[in-house]
């Protein structure tokens, strides 16, 4: 069973976890997209593990784990993510692959998409993270990225020198200190050594594993909402996390995958810039954050919360292609005596929207429609059985998939391992 996971929302949906559990029963674990400004938390039994780039299917011994040609790297975020995941106790050698087609997110990149996002006028800020992913999909586009295989090459240190002199014309012209390009051959002489024992013909390698039956879990990053086609652009990501960027982002046909799984959080959380219909600014949105514990993995910023968003959920399942969900964070509604499903927006006008306007303009002028049901006010945190859940929250939960279509695959509880409840996959 080959199996493609990706958030339905604006990220952060707990897709960690839900790949942690789906590796079990997986031999290959591939990230297919995205870079390190993304995180996945896995929490073991009293250990909080936070991934960036490495799969996160490296936390069980014997997996191998790739990251794919779809997913743009920087050298240094993956060389110290290797160090701790070593010193976590793993094993790499033998298990992890790097695809020799993947992008490299250079220094150039963080200083370009940091003079880039300062030199925009408020109201066209996008919120990047500044870690320079886009600025490297941009050169990946534009034909003139630097790839991991590229640190193999003698001449490693004349491709540095030349793409240094490219970006500090853009530097200038942005009002932007420029790079010593000597400098920055020094910086990038430790990288070959460091990463020279993981570079593989990922491709090669994925196929011999489909064609000795292996199964395989392409992981994405970010979300459905955040995808550079179908999301909020321009408050998008650069790349696709949705469910065909595993084919492109891996090398494999889309006859190769039996099944894809929509992670969703049952409350809706976003990062960043960018339009939100159910945000929150009250006491509710607050306890959202508080008791959902809502900062990034990688910024440590606030997330904004809102109610659950049913016109998301039903975009990314057609997207998609969505056969299961996997729910996450039911808990967090515990205490609410009321909990809100939107279901559409109304436009001043009168006219619903049953699903995601591509015009942002339009939606901000629109109001959320909401169907109110009531909460269930007790712990769920400690479910074992589906069946053993309040009635209120199995009302909630199969309400959203009447909303939304498809079936119910995982529920989580909670933050650890074993809150997590496998319904029908």
Request: aromatic share 8%; proline share 5%.
């Amino acid at each position: 069973m080959n199996t493609v996971l990706v958030g339905a929302q604006w990220g952060d949906e707990g897709k960690g976890k839900v790949i942690d559990f789906l590796t079990e029963e997986s031999d290959v674990v591939v990230r297919f997209q995205g870079g390190s400004n993304a995180g996945h938390t896995v929490v073991v039994g009293d250990k909080k593990y936070v991934l960036h780039l490495v799969p996160s299917g490296v936390l069980h011994e014997g997996k191998h784990c790739i990251i794919g040609n779809g997913v743009v790297m920087d050298p240094f975020d993956l060389m110290k993510e290797l160090d701790q995941v070593k010193s976590w106790g793993f094993n790499l050698l033998g298990r992890f692959h790097i695809s020799e087609r993947a992008q490299m997110v250079m220094q150039w990149h963080r200083a370009l998409d940091k003079a880039d996002e300062a030199a925009r006028s408020e109201g066209r800020k996008i919120g990047t993270t500044g870690r320079g992913i886009g600025p490297a999909y941009a050169d990946k586009v534009g034909r003139s990225g630097v790839r991991v295989g590229d640190i193999l090459k003698p001449n490693f240190e004349d491709i540095v020198r030349e793409h240094v002199e490219d970006a500090n014309r853009k530097l200038r012209s942005l009002g932007a200190q420029e790079l010593d390009p000597e400098e920055m051959v020094r910086l990038y002489m430790p990288v070959k050594p460091a990463l020279m024992p993981y570079v593989t013909d990922t491709i090669q390698f994925i196929h011999e594993q489909l064609e000795s039956d292996k199964s395989i879990l392409f992981e994405g990053a970010q979300a459905t909402m955040l995808d550079i086609d179908f999301g909020t652009y321009p408050f998008v990501t650069s790349s696709n996390p949705t469910a065909g960027g595993a084919c492109t982002g891996s090398g494999v046909s889309p006859r190769c995958i039996d099944r894809v799984i929509g992670v969703l959080k049952l409350y809706t959380t976003r990062v960043g810039e960018g339009p939100f219909p159910t945000e929150l600014f009250d006491e509710d949105g607050e306890t959202l954050r508080k008791r959902g514990g809502e900062y990034g993995a990688t910024t440590g910023r606030p997330r904004r919360c809102g109610w659950f968003d049913a016109c998301v959920a039903r975009f990314a399942r057609r997207i998609n292609g969505v056969d299961f969900w996997a729910m996450t964070k039911l808990d967090v509604l515990d205490t609410f005596p009321v909990v809100k499903i939107c279901t559409g927006y109304r436009r001043p006008d009168g006219f619903v929207y049953q699903t995601f306007p591509m015009d942002l303009d339009a939606l901000a002028t629109c109001e959320p429609v909401y169907e109110e049901m009531p909460g269930w006010m007790c712990d769920t945190s400690h479910t074992t059985d589906y069946a053993e859940l309040p009635e209120n929250a199995k009302r909630y939960i199969e309400r959203i998939l009447e909303i939304c279509g498809g079936k119910l695959g995982v529920l989580s509880v909670g933050p650890a391992r074993e809150t997590t409840l496998r319904i029908n996959i």
